[in-house]
T-cell receptor
């Protein structure tokens, strides 16, 4: 079945540092890929998406590129802020349902 | 901005008691999902509704869990009897029929079973 593997956290960065959170997937066919963010005490919010190979999703300074050859969808941000502290989930849409990774907690310190 | 509403936000119950959660999706979203999120893990789909009909409940423990969406709008998820292992966050999400991959989540109900 479909699966998503994320790098384990927590990831601790200083403000303005560069962020990369790795995500790889296993799926049959051509899934759509997503990053969701969950702030403390809140539900998940869709951060960005990419629906086909080589697509780049972007939002709020975050980017991720759909790499079919490496089955990856790594999340990046050039300069993180304290307000980016949250849990980030990589997910894929395949066979009419979403499969989530286990989440990576990001903590940004001033 | 329209949001998915859930209540209660927190629930503490004793083992073997019954508990119920409520969800009101975004207006116009025909598809509704209930997920369970165990601490440190990603959400796992329990049940999916299309209007009032169940589309997928393959991961719902039907001996103790039930879900309904009688009028195709709001929904209730029930656990009876609750077990210690049911302690988790229960998330509701909704989506437009034409864009099922764009799911909007509510704040969740955190259940603690003692």
């Amino acid at each position: 079945g479909d699966s998503v593997t994320q790098m384990e956290g927590p990831v601790t960065l200083s403000e303005e540092a560069f962020l990369t959170i790795n995500c790889t997937y296993t799926a049959t066919g051509y899934p759509s890929l997503f990053w969701y963010v969950q702030y403390p005490g809140e539900g998940l919010q869709l951060l960005l998406k990419a629906t086909k190979a080589d697509d780049k999703g972007s939002n709020k300074g975050f980017e991720a590129t759909y790499r079919k050859e490496t089955t990856s969808f790594h999340l990046e941000k050039g300069s993180v802020q304290v307000s980016d502290s949250a849990v980030y989930f990589c997910a894929l849409w395949g066979y009419q349902k979403v499969t989530f990774g286990t989440g990576t907690k990001l903590q940004v310190i001033p | 901005e329209a949001e998915v509403a859930q209540s209660p936000r927190y629930k503490i119950t004793e083992k073997s008691q019954a508990v119920a959660f409520w969800c009101d999706p975004i207006s116009g979203h025909a598809t509704l999902y209930w997920y369970r999120q165990i601490l440190g893990q990603g959400p796992e789909l329990l049940v999916q509704f299309q209007d009032e009909s169940v589309v997928d409940d393959s991961q719902l423990p039907k001996d103790r869990f039930s879900a309904e969406r009688l009028k195709g709008v709001d929904s209730t998820l029930k656990i009876q009897p609750a077990e210690l292992g049911d302690s988790a966050m229960y998330l509701c999400a909704s989506s437009h029929t034409r864009r099922p991959y764009e799911q909007y989540f509510g704040p969740g109900t955190r259940l603690t079973v003692t």
